[in-house]
């Protein structure tokens, strides 16, 4: 994969091997402790030097991506700009999270549930949705929780 000006490519032994025209060969290994888990991480074009990432409370924040580290809350600056998924990011590879100290959370809101309703259930839906000002998702979402 091409980072930046350099090629990164995990090892067999689970190390990272960073290589570029400027530096010799080096082999990063991943970091200990606990890991920081986030609902996603993408590399945008309009940011070349940063992640992305997607907090599990879905708050969007930024890093950068040298030097390879354990990132912490402190390191994460705010993004306040369109998701990733919407300006066309590209997904960092699972195989880089842990090098970050990053985790992706299993639990992340991308499950579709195809429900038949009559036209009459379909606006009942709908009204109960609009009185609790809510879109007709986060509506479902709510009850769903709630059980």
């Given at each position: 994969m ?9 090892t067999?032994?689970?190390k ?6 400027s530096i ?17 991480a ?12 997607e ?57 579709v ?35």
């Amino acid at each position: 994969m091409k980072l930046n000006n350099y090629n990164v490519d995990e090892t067999d032994d689970g190390k990272l091997r960073v290589s570029g025209l400027s530096i010799n060969d080096k082999e990063v290994a991943a970091p200990e402790g606990d890991l920081l888990t986030v609902n996603g991480a993408w590399y945008l074009e309009a940011y070349p030097s940063v992640i992305v990432a997607e907090k599990a409370d879905g708050t969007l924040s930024m890093f950068h991506v040298t030097p390879f580290r354990r990132i912490t809350e402190a390191d994460m600056k705010p993004y306040k700009a369109y998701h990733p998924r919407k300006c066309k990011g590209q997904p960092l590879p699972e195989y880089l999270y842990k090098f970050y100290g990053l985790c992706r959370n299993d639990e992340i809101l991308s499950e579709v549930i195809r429900v038949r309703l009559s036209p009459t259930e379909k606006d009942g839906l709908e009204m109960a949705a609009r009185s609790a000002g809510k879109t007709v998702s986060e509506f479902l979402r709510d009850r769903i929780r709630g059980l």
